[in-house]
């Protein structure tokens, strides 16, 4: 006979809390003191945990997203500058600003639009290519690459009355 799960319908709200903090399926499973594979089989047998998880992951992931989108943009936001001047403690509200953030819109535009922004582009190739090794091809057509390599004009080809060099 199994154990009795440890599962309790309670734990679906602090799920949330977690989740909503940025919590992997890891974090919760060591917060319940359970596996992994313990909270695959709840999130099986107890739809409404599932989806409260899948609902609390997409706020955080929605909060990164806003985060990256406003870092990328650059953004300025109401702050306090606290100083201490002998003994006297000055609150002063100023306006912080942070400049768009280059790798951040890379980042952005990578996943966003990959087509235009991925680092390799797909190339595609038509024709063929035919490869002969040098014992194959004629006199003519060995002159003709020793000019393309050399950037010269090939050489005439040695006639039977030419001497070839060879003795």
């Known amino acids: 006979m199994a154990r009795p799960s440890k599962y309790k319908p309670e734990f679906i709200e602090k799920a949330i809390a977690l989740c909503t903090q940025g919590a992997t399926d890891r974090e919760l499973a060591e917060f319940f003191h359970v596996s992994e594979s313990t909270l695959n089989l709840w999130k099986l047998e107890h739809p409404e945990f599932s989806e409260a998880l899948k609902m609390a992951k997409e706020i955080a992931d929605d909060r990164v997203v806003n985060s ?15 100083s201490n001047f ?45 490869h002969k ?16 390599l050399t950037g010269g004009e090939a050489p005439e080809a040695a006639g039977p009355d030419s001497p070839s060099g060879v003795h």
Do not use: C
């Open 86 to 130: 002998q003994g006297m403690v000055t609150l002063t509200p100023i306006v912080e600003h942070y400049p768009p953030d280059t790798v951040a819109a890379i980042f952005w535009l990578k996943n966003r639009r990959p087509a235009e922004w991925r680092d390799v582009k797909a190339v595609e190739h038509s024709g063929s290519v035919t």
């Open 133 to 148: 090794h040098a014992r194959e091809l004629t006199l003519a057509e060995l002159d003709k690459r020793i000019a393309e």
């Open 68 to 82: 990256l989108y406003r870092r990328a943009l650059g953004y300025s936001h109401d702050s306090v500058h606290v």
